[in-house]
């Protein structure tokens, strides 16, 4: 198997230096010479690119690993429609770390959910396009499905803007360097549980998704997360 390194950005470049020579590194799919078959993509572009790069893996039966964010429901849509004919694996956080806290959001959120309100704090350097992160919007999805009523998502928050009780918080902030941090705050009465991930490197998301392909590259036509992934490394 040969990975295709889609996106020659800052994360498509750290995944080219892991794999070394043994990988194509393109801008666009069409790149790769026609004869390569066994090929699994690893896409980290932009998500304008999305598409037209899901078009391409299909014609040439490519699994591919979208490890890009931002895209909207449209995309999404595509990507579901694709994954009938190839394999594709959707992850917004490639790292092993943020996957684990997303698994024990499921655990601990019903048991907090009576008497503690939930905020999620995200940190990212200021070169990020899309705001809420993508690994946001996937710990949100987690908490709102593992509620047992429907909760009001409020992102940021200005003016008077009294919290209720059945409401999410969702808040970005913007600077500097800042690799990747996500917090869940679960505050209660006079305590306050706070789970942190920071990504002190972005290797980890490297690592995460080169993990990926190699698991893709054995899975039939199908839609996959990292959640997948694991469980299937578990039962083995
Ligand atoms: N899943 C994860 O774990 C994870 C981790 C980190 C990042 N990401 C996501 O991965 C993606 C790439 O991140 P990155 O840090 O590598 O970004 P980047 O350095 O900006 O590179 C993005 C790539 O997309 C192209 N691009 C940028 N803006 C574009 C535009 N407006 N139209 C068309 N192409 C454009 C760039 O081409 P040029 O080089 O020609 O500008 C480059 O090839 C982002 O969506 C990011 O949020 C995901």
Redesign the pocket.
């Known amino acids: 198997m040969k990975i295709v390194v889609h996106?020659?950005?800052?994360?498509?470049?750290?995944v080219k230096n892991e794999l070394g020579e043994n990988c194509f590194f393109v801008?666009e799919i069409s790149e790769v010479p026609l004869e390569e078959e066994n090929c699994v993509v690893i896409?980290?572009?932009?998500?304008?690119?999305i598409e037209r790069m899901l078009k391409e893996c299909k014609n040439r039966k490519y699994p591919v690993v979208i490890?890009?964010?931002?895209y909207n429901g449209d995309i999404l849509k595509n990507i579901i429609e694709t994954s009938k004919e190839i394999p594709v694996l959707l992850?917004?956080?490639?790292?092993l770390g943020?996957n684990l806290l997303n698994e024990m959001l499921k655990d601990i959120t019903p048991k907090l959910e009576e008497t503690f309100d939930i905020e999620i704090i995200e940190k990212h350097h200021n070169?990020?396009?899309?705001a809420p992160?993508?690994?946001a919007k996937t710990l949100l999805n987690t908490i709102e499905n593992s509620l047992s009523e429907k909760y009001n998502v409020v992102y940021g928050r200005e003016g008077i803007c009294k919290r209720e009780r059945a409401e999410i918080g969702v808040h970005a902030v913007r600077g500097g360097t800042v690799v990747?941090e996500h917090s869940i705050l679960f505050l209660g009465d006079d305590e306050v549980i706070e789970i942190t991930h920071k990504?002190l490197s972005?290797r980890?998301?490297a690592a995460?998704?080169i993990e990926c392909a190699k698991y893709l590259e054995k899975k039939e036509k199908n839609l996959y997360t990292m959640e997948d992934m694991f469980k299937d490394k578990g039962e083995r």
């Open positions: 996106g020659r950005g800052t994360m498509g470049t750290i801008n896409d980290f572009s932009h998500f304008s690119k490890a890009t964010t931002g992850s917004s956080n490639t790292s943020i070169k990020k396009i899309d992160s993508g690994t990747g990504a972005k980890i998301f995460g998704a």
